[in-house]
């Protein structure tokens, strides 16, 4: 009976050995295969940032050419629109006096004085200078609708040794 014993016991501790053999054997096999596939995927990442590389310094490279000419037709436009807006008031199909046009540039390019040079001034005309397609812009929208609404006044802005004082056009 103690050979029975020993022999099941000899024969249990030969089949947790081999288990244990086998199951450290099969862990070693999927960590090998778990490095593997990351190694693998670092591979396939590098390569992918690679030709992701190479892909946007070929498009850079094609439309580097297109972007500077955009760039500067692009410059080009802004600086014939200034020198635009400084000769305006001679242009031929300009129909005011330029001796009455004054340059402000901004908010808005002029400010016409319609008939000031005469001695007689007619009206007051705000005007703002756009080439091509150019659209307003929100500002210069606004000023358009203050002007519309008759939302423009004139003040005087005095200026003493006492101090500074505002006057409307309804007090002088």
């Known amino acids: ?37 990351q190694a693998e995927l670092r591979g396939v990442q590098a390569s992918f940032d690679s030709e992701l590389k190479l892909q946007m310094s070929d498009w850079t490279r094609q439309r580097e050419a297109e972007i500077r000419r955009d760039a500067v037709d692009r410059s080009k436009a802004v600086i014939v629109g200034k020198v635009t807006e400084h000769v305006v008031p001679f242009f031929p199909q300009f129909k005011f006096n330029p001796k009455d046009a004054r340059f402000m540039g901004s908010p808005l390019d002029f400010l016409i ?60």
């Open 113 to 172: 004085f319609d008939g000031l040079d005469d001695g007689r001034l007619r009206k007051i005309i705000l005007v703002e200078v756009k080439t091509g397609a150019a659209n307003l812009s929100v500002r210069e929208r606004s000023i358009q609708q203050a002007v519309v609404e008759k939302r423009v006044e004139f003040a005087v802005l005095r200026i003493q040794s006492s101090g500074v004082q505002w006057e409307s056009a309804r007090e002088t």
């Open 1 to 37: 009976m103690v050979v029975i014993s020993l022999s099941i016991a000899a024969t249990a501790l030969l089949a947790l050995i081999i288990m244990l053999f086998k199951y450290f054997a099969f862990k070693s096999e999927l960590e090998a295969k778990y490095f593997g596939v």
